[in-house]
């Protein structure tokens, strides 16, 4: 029997044959398991499902036999899917691509079973997809029973795939339960007549305790309002403890400043106290403050024209009135009541703070002498109607005669002359009789 040749290499012949199927066994399976996976789509995301992320009921307590509202909102509480594609051999070199798909869910039906409760509006059908993270709201109108208590109903969602949620909505009807017992503290201010600008302004504070509980440390904050209204004194004032029911008054003085404009002015106010479990709390107020304008009214000159009088001659009277208060002077009139014919009343008008304005008076002559009179001047300002009586006087000088008296003696002199030479001479001379008297 021949036996077989022996390689070279001690192997028997035929040995690299026998490796050439099992390397084509091995390739095959790879390409294999390459195909398969690019053909499967591993998918990792979750399931779409929906929540009720938030509820609202109005009103929050609802009376017997009345309407209300309730509305939810929907959210869709799936996340985006990843999905992965893999393709060609698997070694270091795999690609691999990632896809993101959004996962929608579909909305067949929302109900609101009432659990005692009636609800008007009818299911909500085909109400459609919404996205991951996102909501939608949807309002139901309900009408309360006729008795009170806490009342459940529950809300009903139906999606895709036969998948249903159940969620409960507590409803208040006329009952304390769930109603936040507190303190409230209410504040109410008065001032006593009213404010001009530049006066102190006294203010009577009164804090009362509305609510339920009591409010511990309570303090007031009076605020400066720049330019108009500040605290005289201080501007922090501690009040203590008040009850339920209780009340605390404080009294204040305000400074108002000069320039302020007439108006309402609301100085803000500042409440801060401790709840009952030691919870700081701050509320705002304001005190209302009318700042009313107050026209002050005074005489700047009195001229007369010409500047001196003569006796019986017209003449003109101006008299300029000033406002130094801090209000506008309306409605301003002035009469005299001197014994002169003409114009004894003029009219002004407007006067503005920090001007003046002339009364001018058209007047007849008068004797002369002296003459007192009164000046009236009637205004109207915020405070009201007012009227300011001053007594003047006025001068008239008499007319100068002193002319008349030298004549008048000139006229005596020259007569006594004629008296004495053609009377008395011939009389104590003779016999008594005058020149031209004959004698027998």
């Not at 996340?79 to 051999?89: D, L, Q």
């Not at 159940?166 to 201010?189: E, F, M």
């Not at 404009?261 to 700081?280: A, E, H, K, S, W």
């Amino acid at each position: 029997m021949t036996k077989p040749m022996s390689s070279p290499d001690g192997n028997r012949p035929g040995r690299e044959d026998d490796h050439l199927p099992r390397k084509a066994l091995l390739i095959s399976g790879i390409m294999v398991l390459a195909i398969l996976a690019v053909c499967i789509l591993p998918v990792s995301a979750d399931a779409p499902t929906v929540t009720i992320s938030d509820y609202k009921v109005s009103p929050s307590v609802l009376m017997p036999d009345t309407l209300g509202t309730i509305t939810i909102t929907i959210e869709n509480t799936a996340s985006s899917a990843s999905v992965s594609e893999s393709s060609g051999p698997i070694t270091t070199n795999t690609f691999q691509t990632v896809k993101t798909t959004d996962i929608n869910v579909n909305i067949q039906n929302v109900h609101l079973e009432g659990n005692g409760i009636d609800v008007l509006t009818k299911d909500f059908s085909q109400v459609g997809e919404i996205g991951p993270g996102q909501s939608i709201p949807i309002t139901f109108s309900i009408e309360s029973p006729d008795k009170s208590g806490i009342y459940f109903p529950e809300v009903w969602i139906d999606t895709d795939g036969g998948r249903s949620t159940k969620y409960p909505i507590p409803v208040n009807v006329d009952t304390a339960i769930g109603i936040q017992k507190k303190a409230i503290l209410i504040l109410d201010s008065s001032l006593t007549g009213d404010v001009n600008p530049g006066d102190e302004a006294p203010v009577n504070l009164t804090v009362t305790n509305a609510g339920q509980f009591l409010a511990d440390d309570v303090t007031l904050s009076i605020a400066n309002v720049s330019g108009t209204v500040a605290p005289k004194t201080s501007d922090l004032y501690h009040l203590g403890t008040i009850g339920p029911g209780g009340q605390k008054t404080l009294n204040l003085v305000l400074l108002t400043d000069k320039t302020a404009n007439p108006g309402l002015v609301q100085v803000p106010v500042t409440i801060g106290y401790t709840t009952i479990d030691g919870t700081p709390t701050i509320q705002t107020a304001d005190i209302d403050m009318m700042l009313k304008g107050k026209a002050e009214l005074g005489f700047v000159s009195v001229d007369t024209s010409p500047p001196r009088l003569t006796e019986n001659d017209p003449f003109d009277l101006t008299i300029r009135i000033e406002n130094t208060g801090t209000g506008d002077a309306k409605q301003v009139s002035a009469k005299v009541d001197l014994p002169a014919e003409g114009t004894k009343e003029a009219f002004i008008g407007k006067i503005t703070p920090g001007n003046d304005a002339p009364a001018l008076f058209l007047l007849e002559g008068m004797k002369g002498g002296d003459y007192p009179y009164n000046l009236t001047v009637s205004y109207v300002d915020d405070m009201g109607a007012h009227t300011l009586t001053r007594q003047m006087n006025m001068r008239v000088p008499p007319a100068d005669r002193s002319g008349n008296i030298i004549l008048a003696l000139i006229v005596l002199g020259i007569l006594g002359f004629l008296a004495y030479r053609y009377w008395y001479l011939p009389s104590k001379k003779g016999d008594g009789t005058f020149p031209w008297v004959k004698k027998n």
